[in-house]
């Protein structure tokens, strides 16, 4: 590995770990094209995700809450998507719908919905826990200086 280069590897790997994560909450519920392209996406948001902790100048050194954390929460929304029997991408809703006297959207509508309520439940709980844990509970316990 030459360290000279503008070719990053730790952040080559790291999205590559981003994009595992993001097919292993179902990895036998996706295609293979499809997994190869949802991993893709996570590497995007990985990145994205690089970018706004830097803006927001929060420190992470080893990138475990862009990895695990904000990618988990794709996955629970791209299984909806690139599920290959129910997923969004990959049901012919159309053809269902004509066929079928019932409401065929709705069920997909429904897991999408419920899926979002639990990304956002999920985010809302770790941000409190972390505020907890961080301000509360080691503040008076670390006592490092800003410098």
């Not at 770990?17 to 948001?45: E, K, Q, R, T």
């Not at 690089?50 to 420190?59: A, E, P, T, Y």
């Amino acid at each position: 590995m030459n360290t000279y280069t503008n070719f990053d590897m730790f952040l080559l790997c790291r999205g590559l770990i981003a994009g595992m994560v993001s097919v292993s909450l179902n990895p036998s519920g996706f295609y293979s094209f499809a997994a190869l392209i949802n991993g893709m996406i996570a590497g995007v948001i990985y990145v994205f995700s690089l970018k706004i902790f830097q803006v927001m100048k929060l420190d992470d050194t080893i990138h475990s809450s862009n990895v695990h954390g904000i990618i988990s929460l794709y996955a629970l929304l791209s299984i909806c998507f690139f599920h290959k029997e129910e997923g969004f991408f990959f049901k012919d809703i159309y053809l269902a719908y004509i066929d079928s006297d019932q409401d065929v959207i709705a069920p997909i509508i429904l897991v999408l919905g419920s899926n979002s309520l639990a990304s956002f439940a999920v985010g809302l709980l770790t941000t409190f826990m972390c505020f907890l844990v961080f301000r509360l509970v080691m503040s008076p316990i670390m006592r490092v200086s800003k410098v």
